[in-house]
């Protein structure tokens, strides 16, 4: 049980089935991270797909160090673009992730979906494989999609920097019932 959120779904109203939250038990047949990485136009200013990037080799190296297996999905400009496969997490460099570019628009419900193919296919391929999703995106996109099917628990990271924030990764890790992190707090 997840008592946090739980708690946080009961407020003020007694306890009832529908706000129960599950933590995702430690699975037997490895873990899937799935990173789903926003390389839109509008995470350029303030080098925040340059800390995206630092934040997604935290999170390859702490995989490499659990010996789960990782993939990548990126999406911006129209498209989304799966540039590493699954497989079992390595060592990774700077070299490695440098040339991932950003531009264009924030085809958020294209990457989704692109994910959520990704992770049904390694459902089939490992039934008793856990699969955690990790969006790392700023929220400046008006789609909200549903949450994957196959993603056994959901990571939401938090780009937005701006003065008047819109709040739009918070809502989508409500709304899929996922954990809601901040860019900076992972960093630091």
């Known amino acids: ?28 047949g490895g873990v899937l991270h799935c990173f789903l990485l ?5 995470m350029l200013p303030g080098e925040r ?5 630092g934040v ?22 129209g498209s989304a673009e799966v540039r590493l496969q699954p497989a079992r ?19 958020l419900a294209l990457g989704t979906e692109r994910a959520g193919r990704l992770l049904a296919q390694a ?5 008793a494989q856990q699969r955690w999703l990790w969006l790392l995106s700023d929220g400046r996109s008006s789609e909200q999609p549903a949450r994957p099917r ?5 990571m939401v990271v938090d780009f937005e920097r701006q003065a008047v924030p819109l709040g739009r990764c918070r809502r989508l890790a409500e709304d ?6 901040v860019a900076d707090r992972l960093i630091g």
């Open 1 to 28: 049980m997840h008592w946090p959120r739980t708690l946080a779904a009961k407020g003020t109203q007694p306890l009832a089935r529908g706000h129960l939250r599950w933590r995702p038990a430690a699975s037997r």
């Open 38 to 42: 926003d390389c839109s136009a509008s």
């Open 49 to 53: 797909l340059a800390l995206a990037k």
């Open 56 to 77: 997604l080799l935290r999170l390859l190296e702490r995989a490499y160090q659990a010996r789960a297996e990782v993939a990548l999905v990126c999406f911006g400009g």
């Open 89 to 107: 997490a390595r060592p990774w460099s700077d070299a490695w992730i440098r040339p991932i570019a950003g531009g264009g628009g924030t085809p």
């Open 123 to 127: 459902a089939r391929r490992h039934p």
């Open 150 to 154: 196959w993603a056994d628990a959901v």
């Open 176 to 181: 899929w019932e996922g954990e809601y992190l």
